[in-house]
């Protein structure tokens, strides 16, 4: 079963304006971590942000804030003010605990490619 | 400055040639991991390691080899390359929640 779900594969927007990426988990397991990944064109992996399963506020970095919402197991990427330099493709991941075999392994969504418009 | 290296970066070999691809990290991190990434499939996990001579199988590892003989380095080996691990590589390591990616190593197996 897919462990992280991206059910956009790519997204518009205008240069200027905000947009959320959507990104959807499963996991039975109460302690995990949750990752936003920005891939550029180049190819490398850029750490956007980090959220910890029992984090109560939203993890924010500059122009990104993750969307945590538990109950519904959904952790969206907002990008406020966007730029022409945010067109990228974008990789949400989850981390799960030592206690479940899988070590520090990141388990990727299939990403989204955001393109913003000038 | 804290980094994870790999090298190559960019490689066009054939069938049945072995290759090594190098990754080496300088934060003194326990743990390492190889990734491959293809269109719509995200990032799989081929290798990890925990440790000095301690490695185990992650989601795609067939047709891969690993060693970690020293902390700082993990080469992901390719004995006879085929095809389909025509892909783009990375690299990471951790020592907390947060892993780091290498730059990539993109491989053509012709």
């Known amino acids: 079963a897919q462990k992280i779900t991206q059910t956009q594969p790519g997204m518009f927007v205008q240069e200027k304006e905000a947009v959320t990426l959507d990104c959807t988990y499963d996991t039975s397991d109460q302690s995990y971590g949750l990752f936003w990944y920005k891939q550029p064109s180049s190819g490398e992996m850029i750490f956007l942000i980090y959220?910890?399963?029992?984090?109560?506020q939203n993890a924010t970095e500059g122009r990104y804030s993750l969307n945590f919402q538990k109950a519904r197991k959904s952790a969206n990427l907002v990008i406020s003010a966007s730029q022409l330099g945010d067109s990228a493709m974008y990789f949400c991941a989850m981390r799960e605990p030592f206690s479940s075999g899988s070590a520090r392994q990141l388990t990727f969504g299939s990403g989204t490619q955001l393109t913003v418009l000038p | 400055e804290a980094q994870v290296t790999q090298n190559p970066r960019y490689l066009i070999t054939v069938t049945g040639k072995k290759l090594t691809v190098t990754c080496s990290q300088n934060?003194?991190?326990?743990?390492m991991s190889w990734y491959r990434q293809d269109p719509g499939l995200g990032l799989r996990q081929i290798y990890y390691?925990?440790?000095?001579?301690?490695?185990d199988k992650g989601d795609v590892p067939e047709g891969y080899k690993v060693s970690r003989k020293e902390k700082r380095n993990f080469p992901l080996i390719l004995e006879s390359p085929s095809p389909n691990q025509t892909s783009l590589y990375f690299c990471?390591?951790?020592?907390?929640?947060?892993?780091?990616f290498g730059d990539g190593t993109r491989l053509s197996i012709l």
């Open positions: 990471a390591s951790s020592g907390g929640s947060r892993q780091h």
């Open positions: 390691s925990m440790n000095v001579e301690v490695t």
């Open positions: 934060m003194n991190h326990e743990y």
């Open positions: 959220q910890g399963s029992y984090d109560e």
